[in-house]
């Protein structure tokens, strides 16, 4: 069965470098997700991509933050200054146009950053 | 705005014993309601999942999932749980709106199954 990939599984960063996290959406989804989950807390939506183009964002995707699919398969989370507070697991997601309402998730990133 | 409760972080169980995960949720539209299950070092999983239609619900895994609007509930079921349903079970609910479809997550169950 296809499945989503993430890499890395895990990420080590100082405070201030910039992160790229990648994701692999199975072949024929067309819109994709990141969501977040600081450790002990709620997974959080942060953004939904469609077309090439944002279709909705959480006030927690602020300027710091930026998707894009570089290559039209690779699906990419940037987070230009890290914060500690950026520290958590990120999770990819798609869906495919005929199932809407199913996204499929990666295993994850953990990022951590000191 | 709407927000998911899972009163229970963690439920621990003897193998072959029933459970439930309690799941409520609060929101001023209506909802599609889901399961997902996260299994160690996995993404998460669909279990289950509330569109419409018969209130009862049943998923992978011989999970089922009962849909009660009065209560604002959406709890899960087994009737008899084994070793490998060990993992964290996360409820999530989706606003029946065009211009969203953003997943809100509670705050996970971790489900620990003892032999």
């Known amino acids: 069965e296809p499945e989503v990939t993430q890499t890395p599984s895990h990420q080590v960063t100082q405070m201030g470098q910039e992160v790229i996290l990648r994701c692999v959406p199975i072949?024929?989804?067309?819109?994709f997700y990141w969501y977040r989950q600081i450790l002990g807390q709620k997974v959080e939506f942060l953004v939904s991509f469609y077309n090439n183009e944002i279709s909705e964002k959480s006030e927690i995707f602020d300027d710091q933050f930026s998707v894009e699919r570089p290559d039209g398969s690779n699906f990419t989370l940037k987070i230009r200054s890290t914060k500690l507070e950026d520290s958590a697991m990120y999770f990819c997601?798609?869906?495919?146009?005929?199932?809407?309402?199913?996204?499929?998730f990666g295993p994850g990133t953990r990022l951590l950053v000191l | 705005a709407q927000s998911v409760t899972q009163l229970d972080s963690q439920v621990p169980v003897f193998e072959e014993a029933p459970v439930e995960l309690r799941c409520n949720y609060s929101s001023s539209v209506s909802v599609y309601l889901f399961w997902y299950v996260q299994y160690p070092n996995q993404g998460l999983q669909l279990l289950l999942k509330?569109?419409?239609?018969?209130?009862l619900v049943k998923g992978i895994n011989g999970f089922e999932a009962e849909f009660n609007k009065s209560q604002t509930s959406f709890h899960l079921r087994k009737p008899s749980v084994h070793i490998s349903d060990t993992a964290e079970y996360f409820c999530?609910?989706?606003?029946?709106?065009?211009?969203?479809?953003?997943?809100?997550f509670g705050t996970g169950t971790r489900l620990q199954v003892f032999p």
């Open positions: 509330y569109l419409s239609g018969s209130t």
């Open positions: 072949s024929n989804h067309l819109y």
């Open positions: 999530a609910v989706r606003p029946r709106l065009y211009n969203t479809d953003k997943l809100i």
């Open positions: 997601a798609t869906h495919k146009l005929s199932d809407q309402e199913t996204q499929y």
